[in-house]
């Protein structure tokens, strides 16, 4: 149904219009892309050089904190052979008085790293979001055929957020860590080359242990962020067709899918945590072990005069932050490893090509008269077969046209051509004798609107909802469109009128006052070129003779189609369309179908006999 074109959250669709089967997990479908760790990381590098003055801050920072916290070590060890050992008081307590300055100074850099980081970190994933979501309304409507609404959601949420946190911490910690490392390594080496070579002795059991951790977790925090996506989409899904979960009772399955998604989560998320956790177990036990060895040897050079206790002192402690560095590492890979693939998921979104670009020089459109001609046009949504066949027809300024044909015929189809959420394959519309290819996209779609059965509704007040039709209408237009659809009285009974809010999604009101408050809009838009899609629910007979009349007032004068199921409806259009297949079978005239007896002369029997839609 053409209302799937703007309505935001919908049950579960293959593709326009068709829902998929409730036990088809949608997003279960796209495959995940090649991961490319570099590109992905060169391009949240672009973003976060956009800071690079502060960056420079955040660096300079990260040298002093970590040169600090180098520095710290070796003047405990110094308090300790010169001052300690010597027993020198004065000088214990001016160095004592050092320390601290250096503690102090440590921390103050530290808080001051933080705070800048903290800056770039949020102005970058400012401009991710703000760039994601200008980049959704640019994708085409294919776009969002093909996906889940949730789990699209989840990226603009959740994959941020990750990459945020991540970005808020791990730059940081990462070149602190290196600073850290190679310093700690230079001094090592200068008090003692045999005490650190035994520090090295633990290295390749630390690396080889991460590595082997870090493997299983990547996997696992990729399961996690494409499980949590999938359960989003389901929560999304589920809470905006919660009516229609409701009328087929399908609550117990709805939260049987719900368990077997959670559980999924759980699964993978305890197995990455578990992982994780692994990490600093491991590291412990091999710091522990190498602090020993270095007690041990240590205390045998010193028996042999080799080495003073202070410098034993600083050894541990610098082997402390030898390991420690690494540890962090190892951590911040894997923080890394879930941001990176919350940011490739944020890029694949980035990448899609939005609507094709306009072609150089396309028409502006000004003043149209509403002209409409289809040339022989075919058009297939896949590779597959046609949706449409060769259709060629024309309608005159103020014409309105009735597309009738069984479900699935391509009548909504041929909307979306006409109003460019999908482009021809081959032949011509032109609207006002100019191909609609070579017009801009918005400047054709502000010369139509469109009333569609299950019209949607913004959280907002009543005035805004019909002001969408057209944003710089004063609040006396707003009032007059509300009265030629017939909405006017039924608004005045409300409690705050056109200030009452309306809930999300339009509701708190009825589906016949809904319809009135779009054709208020659409009246509002004033548009050449108006699409109709008759609602095919029955409403209450005085809400449906308003109506009817509120739309043959705002057909005057304007080209209109209408996808109609009303018999009323039909016998007043000026032409009728019979589609079938994606073909036009019968063009004309009520009293000329009838005479034909073809598919038209059935389904006006139908219509008599039954008084619905076909
Ligand atoms: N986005 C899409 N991707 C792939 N196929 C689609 C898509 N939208 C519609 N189709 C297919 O195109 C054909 C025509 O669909 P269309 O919605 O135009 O029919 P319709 O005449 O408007 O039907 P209805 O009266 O039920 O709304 C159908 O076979 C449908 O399955």
Request: glycine fraction near 8%; charge should be positive; aromatic fraction near 8%.
């Amino acid at each position: 149904m053409l209302k799937e074109l703007i309505r935001p959250f919908q049950y579960p669709r293959t593709a326009m219009g068709r829902e998929a089967s409730p036990n088809q997990p949608v997003s279960s479908k796209v495959k995940p892309r090649a991961r490319n760790w570099s590109a992905t990381l060169r391009r949240i590098w672009g973003y976060l050089s956009r800071s690079k003055a502060k960056l420079y801050l955040v660096l300079l920072m990260v040298i002093a904190s970590s040169g600090l916290t180098l520095l710290g070590p070796f003047l405990v060890g110094r308090t300790v052979d010169n001052y300690i050992v010597l027993q020198n008081s004065s000088g214990l307590l001016y160095s004592l008085l050092g320390l601290a300055c250096v503690y102090v100074l440590q921390s103050v850099t530290v808080w001051l790293q933080n705070y800048w980081m903290i800056g770039i970190a949020q102005s970058t994933v400012f401009s991710m979001r703000s760039q994601l979501f200008e980049h959704l309304h640019k994708l085409p409507i294919s776009f969002f055929d093909k996906r889940q609404h949730g789990e699209l959601m989840s990226r603009v949420t959740n994959d941020i957020e990750n990459v945020s946190s991540t970005l808020n911490s791990s730059f940081i910690q990462i070149c602190s860590s290196l600073l850290t490392l190679i310093g700690a390594v230079s001094v090592m080496l200068w008090l003692s080359p045999l005490l650190t070579l035994l520090t090295f002795l633990v290295v390749p059991a630390m690396v080889y242990g991460t590595k082997w951790i870090t493997k299983r977790t990547g996997r696992l925090f990729k399961e996690q962020q494409k499980n949590l996506g999938d359960l989003n989409g389901h929560i999304e899904e589920t809470i905006s067709g919660q009516r229609i979960v409701k009328m087929f009772s399908q609550e117990k399955r709805v939260i049987a899918e719900f368990k077997e998604k959670n559980e999924r989560i759980r699964r993978s998320a305890f197995w990455a945590q578990t992982f994780t956790g692994f990490i600093p177990k491991v590291m412990n036990v091999l710091n522990n072990l190498s602090f020993a060895m270095i007690a041990g040897v240590g205390g045998i050079l010193a028996l042999k005069n080799l080495i003073t206790i202070g410098a034993i002192i600083v050894f541990v402690e610098y082997s402390r932050q030898f390991t420690r560095p690494l540890n962090d590492l190892a951590n911040q890979f894997n923080t890394l490893l879930s941001a990176v693939a919350g940011a490739e998921r944020v890029f694949d979104i980035l990448d899609e090509e939005a609507e094709e670009k306009e072609t150089a020089g396309s028409v502006r459109l000004t003043e149209l008269r509403g002209e409409v001609n289809f040339s022989n046009v075919s058009f297939a949504y896949d590779k597959g077969g046609e949706t449409i066949s060769n259709v060629s027809f024309h309608a005159a300024p103020g014409e309105t046209i009735a597309l009738v044909g069984p479900t699935g015929a391509g009548k909504t189809t041929l909307i979306n051509l006409l109003s460019r959420f999908y482009d021809t394959d081959s032949g011509v519309i032109t609207v006002d004798g100019i191909d609609i290819k070579k017009v801009h996209r918005a400047d054709l779609r502000k010369q139509m609107a469109f009333v569609l059965q299950d019209s949607f509704l913004f959280q907002g007040t009543i005035r805004e909802n019909i002001r969408y039709g057209r944003l710089d209408a004063t609040d006396e237009e707003v009032e007059e469109a509300a009265k030629m659809a017939d909405a006017h009285s039924f608004i005045m009974k409300m409690r705050n009128q056109y200030d009452t809010v309306l809930k999300p999604g339009g509701g708190g009101i009825s589906q016949g006052q809904k319809q009135l408050l779009s054709i208020a809009r659409a009246i509002l838009a004033n548009p050449v070129i108006l699409i109709l899609d008759e609602a095919t629910s029955s409403i209450d007979t005085v809400t449906e003779v308003k109506i009817q009349d509120a739309l043959q007032r705002l057909m005057k004068g304007r080209t209109s189609f209408v996808i109609a199921h009303r018999l009323n409806t039909i016998q007043k259009a000026d032409r009728i369309l019979v589609l079938q297949d994606g073909k036009i079978t019968e063009a004309g005239s009520h009293e000329e179908l009838l005479r034909r007896r073809g598919f038209y002369y059935e389904l006006h029997n139908r219509l008599v006999t039954f008084g619905s839609d076909e």
